[in-house]
């Protein structure tokens, strides 16, 4: 077994630069501001940070319509300022990855522009033209209610181009192979600036649909081209795939031999833990991690709660996405695109710290590697005033000062959560690094224990009754070492009794998380748990509280 495989354990923290920390007091966020909280993250346990878009970009969509693959926004700093960062990141053991977004490209990129302009142009053909409108144009829009078609005339062109997302987001001719080598340039640049890997936006648009890298019989031949030339170039990077697919489906993105993705979000997990949390029965999620067959051993799933996006509830049925906009997002003004929910997860949980440990002790807990979206680790909240998904997107709460310790100038470029109680004055990291009980420390003790639990990140999990719907128990083993967790998601009390195995290590269990070294035993490995009201517990099975003691390693 590869030894090195970093991600199996890693603990990725997502940032949009922009809105972190503000170094050079414009009002934006910026690389220097970011380069001086990376203590702060490195404390908090942080081994990997995802930056979302930070290129030069008209910013429609928040940077996923990018005008130069080459650069960084003049707001945020220069490309000195990236590769400083780059190199303090480096220093603090914190690896780098950065969004890949070459489905499309703003409409303001150069090549668009020498597209639309002229016919002949070798630009022309590195977007998806139509002389006449397409049928079905209507159809197959991402943003409904914003969006009006995939198809719009550009007056310069004469024709139609084809667009998944916004109509300032021409889609790219993947099957162009003079494309395929721009998108390989662009990913040995930002390897060659120290990254490790790439998170891929929308990751089923780029084999699928007019102008896709779709060769005959093997629509994935390009997720394993990239994956060829990525790992060519830098041994140890990796690619996250955005691709929320069924299962049937994932899979494939893994590639069966593992030649493809090594993390893909685990979109079908996020919305049944939420509807698991809101029916306060285990079952829907259960049922997701019984279906997530066994992976090649370089795969794994990324597990998140929320991100820079709405909460997609997109699979899950009507009825069971009615009853969890009811009960996370009943005001219209918190739903978006018919899906989804354009808040934090603090106030759809009602701020409630018990639900919140439960949801995160779950997402730490997961198969697969933890990402987290900032703010998350204290709990912040939403701004619906903002527009669509810039109300999860408001700047970082540092302190009580003015703007939120995010800026020194006179207004910040998107306003903060400023009111109520999840209001910057009210939740901060200046005020929760003080209290041993706050969701901050909370989350940072939760990271050094996930990080000690290589079982989890690295093993194999399977789902062991408990004969109570609103109890999860798992199981996990690797290499002599095992774990168990149990999750209630009920408001009220469970005692539950689970065989949690024959070997000898099974009848007895170390509590990870109790103050008092909390041990139990129990003959052939049959427990009973008594567990509170949304309660959970992770134990270590056998005699040493230490995975480590435990995992043997090659040559040992
Ligand atoms: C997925 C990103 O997460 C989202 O924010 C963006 O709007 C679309 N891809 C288009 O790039």
Aim: aromatic letters at 12%.
């Amino acid at each position: 077994m590869i030894e090195d495989l970093w991600y199996k354990n890693a603990v990725i923290y997502c940032v949009d630069v922009e809105t972190f920390q503000d170094g050079n007091g414009d009002g934006v966020g910026d690389f220097r501001g970011l380069a001086r909280r990376l203590d702060y993250l490195a404390g908090l346990g942080v081994t990997c940070l995802w930056l979302l878009p930070f290129y030069p970009s008209p910013n429609r969509d928040n940077g996923y319509d990018i005008a130069d693959f080459y650069g960084v926004d003049p707001r945020l700093g220069d490309l000195g300022d990236f590769v400083e960062f780059s190199h303090q990141c480096k220093l603090h053991g914190i690896r780098l990855i950065v969004d890949l977004v070459i489905n499309h490209t703003s409409d303001r990129h150069p090549w668009f522009q020498q597209a639309r302009a002229d016919a002949s142009s070798r630009f022309r053909d590195y977007y998806v033209w139509s002389a006449k409108k397409p049928r079905g144009a209507h159809k197959g829009m991402v943003f409904p209610g914003v969006q009006q078609s995939v198809w719009t005339r550009d007056r310069k062109a004469g024709a139609y181009y084809f667009h998944r997302f916004h109509e300032f987001q021409p889609d790219l001719n993947l099957s162009n192979p003079a494309v395929r080598d721009e998108i390989r340039k662009v990913m040995g640049f930002w390897l060659e600036l120290g990254v490790s890997g790439f998170r891929v936006d929308a990751v089923p648009f780029l084999i699928s649909g007019p102008g896709k890298a779709v060769r005959k019989g093997d629509p994935f031949a390009f997720l394993r081209e990239m994956r060829q030339f990525l790992s060519w170039r830098c041994g140890d990077a990796v690619l996250l795939a955005e691709a929320n697919v069924p299962m049937d489906e994932v899979l494939e993105y893994f590639g069966d031999e593992g030649d493809h993705m090594q993390l893909v979000f685990n979109f079908l997990a996020n919305q049944h833990l939420f509807l698991s949390l809101v029916d306060e029965d285990a079952r829907p999620l259960t049922r997701v991690l019984r279906s997530m067959t066994k992976l090649p051993p370089t795969a794994q799933w990324a597990s998140f709660l929320r991100n820079h996006d709405e909460l997609d509830l997109g699979r899950l049925t009507q009825a069971e996405r009615k009853r969890a906009f009811a009960a996370l997002g009943p005001d219209p003004r918190m739903q978006l695109y018919d899906r989804g929910l354009r808040r934090r997860l603090a106030p759809m949980l009602g701020g409630d710290a018990r639900r919140l440990q439960l949801a995160y002790s779950l997402m730490f807990s997961l198969p697969g590697t933890p990402v987290l979206w900032y703010g998350e680790e204290i709990g912040m909240g939403e701004r619906l005033s903002l527009r669509d998904r810039h109300a999860v997107r408001t700047p970082m709460q540092w302190s009580s000062e003015a703007h939120g310790g995010f800026t020194h100038a006179q207004a910040p470029f998107r306003p903060l959560v400023d009111r109520g109680a999840f209001a910057f004055e009210r939740v901060n990291v200046a005020a929760q690094r003080r209290d041993p009980e706050s969701l901050l420390n909370w989350i940072e003790r939760t990271i050094r224990l996930r990080k000690e639990c290589p079982e989890v990140g690295w093993g194999s999990a399977r789902v062991m009754p408990t004969g109570d719907p609103a109890v999860l128990a798992m199981r996990y083993d690797f290499r002599g070492a095992a774990m168990l967790t149990l999750h209630n998601f009920a408001r009220g009390p469970r005692s539950v009794r689970v065989a949690v195995g024959h070997d000898a290590k099974s009848s007895r269990l170390i509590d990870l998380l109790s103050h008092d070294d909390t041990r139990k035993t129990a003959r052939g490995g049959h427990h009973r748990f008594e567990l509170e009201g949304y309660g959970y517990r992770w134990f270590r099975l056998g005699a040493h509280d230490s995975a480590h003691q435990r995992v043997e390693r090659p040559g040992d």
